[in-house]
């Protein structure tokens, strides 16, 4: 593990914001460094307001869209809701299909499978619409590059409405009306929503001519938070905004098919780790295992007994998911050592009958295993096709656009992506791609980093300013729970592996002459209890530790040195 000190901010803007906030210097910093510099900066990061989610009509196209979408609901066409399989499309999916059934029963929603259709717009989706006449798609968290499939509907009398987040390409398809902040002639203020907040800004739009506010649309965002927290989108702007409220409704009243999959979980409080962990892979189970119209069904499910079914069956898909993508990482493992590839830039592995559903699981495991970029692919039809993953640091989409010439199809973020081509170019693929990785990374993201917020003494830690560093949530990327490196602290003799296999450490550490212990636990941390015979330093994010109703702060360490 590399530990890196983020560089200190301004201290005079250090000084001042303390001041104004009548909170300690580290939080000052800390604050500074996330560039919340003002007492206005920190009213709105540590209040998040309704008032501060965007008017939707700054979006571009925004009111085409609206108009189109009016249009098709006075003249009662037909409106198919068309999303991806991951979480980010069947929550945009069940938002924008549930709103828009309040107004027009002419609604139906549409998600691709897997395994028969692929990624984003298909055809057989489009055939679909016409064979049941359908006059107009929304297609949600994808279609910003799907040119050919949009013509193809127009041949058809089929419009379209794009609502999509990832990066477009040189050409933007010619729909009725492209909704997406990334696009370079688009000036919304914030360009980092996720599929299902892009979906959100379409039916607030469409409230506008019905007198409705914001406060109306309250009762959706537990589905967008959920799909900020699993799509990993900045947790900055209007996204905390959105993730703040939706966090409030699913603690508070949640729709059926959140509430069916959290009710057997003792937790009073859920966080949005407990959103990325426990909600977010049993959706995402459904379109990995069998089909993502089992989420949709789920999250829209008006019945709270049968969500409770519903439920049920994405557990056992989520229990099958977690079987494959387990057997299938040490199946990858045996190939790299097999092909004695452990020492490359890259990782780059195929097998064709891996379970296309786990495959960008699986790059995720790998690089735990080998930190590098990472490619799982797998057959699918006639063609192959992978699920990207990178490193901090380096951008994997940028490194496949230099690898198009072998690529048929791709898309997605600087981490993550997707792509597929054909079997005869996988092994000139696989040499490209090291090729350009070796050529480009900074050969130090290729070690793990643990990025520090600040260097505190271990009595710095008062009840004062555990509660201010618990107010900055919800945390996700650009708002990470602060992280802090404290120097020569002791176990009081207590210390001791747990769990198991005696994988995780657990200790009491005090620092100089105060006694003062504090409670720290380590996970995956219990092959370095020999650093714990003497002074050692440690890199920690606070956390509550409740036993028998007693509430404690507890450390919870990322490394020792």
Known sequence: MRWTLKPEPNKEKVNQLAKELDVDRTISKILCQRNIETFEDAKKFFRPSLEDIHNPFLMKDMDVAV??????????????????????????????????????????????????????????GIDFAEDHDFSIIIALDCGIKAIEKVAYASEKNIDFIICDHHKPGKEIPKAVAVLNAKREDCNYPFDELCGCGVGFKLIQALGVSRNQTITDFVPYLDLVATAIAADIVPMVGENRVLAYYGLQVINENPRNGIKAIIHQIKKKELTITDVVFIIAPRINAAGRMKHGNYAVELLTEMDFETAIKFAAEIEIFNADRKDLDKKITDEAIIQVVDNEEENRFSTVVYQEDWHKGVIGIVASRLIENYYRPTLVFTKSGDKLAASARSVKGFDVYEALLQCEEFIEQFGGHKYAAGLTLLPENYPNFKNKFEAVVAKTIDKELLTPEISIDAEIELTEITPKFFRIIQQMAPFGPQNMKPVFKTSCVRDNGYGKKVGANETHLKL???????QKTYNAIGFNLGDKMDFVQDDFDIVYSLDENEWNGYKSVQLVLKDLK
């Open 67 to 124: 108009a189109r979408i009016e249009t098709a609901i006075a003249n009662n066409e037909n409106i198919l809701v068309f999303g991806d399989y991951d979480v980010d499309g069947t929550t945009a999916v069940s938002l924008v299909s549930s709103y828009l059934k309040t107004i027009t029963p002419n609604v139906a929603t549409y998600i691709p499978d897997r395994y028969a259709e692929g990624y984003g717009v298909s055809y057989m």
């Open 508 to 514: 009491n550490v005090f620092q100089g002459d105060n």
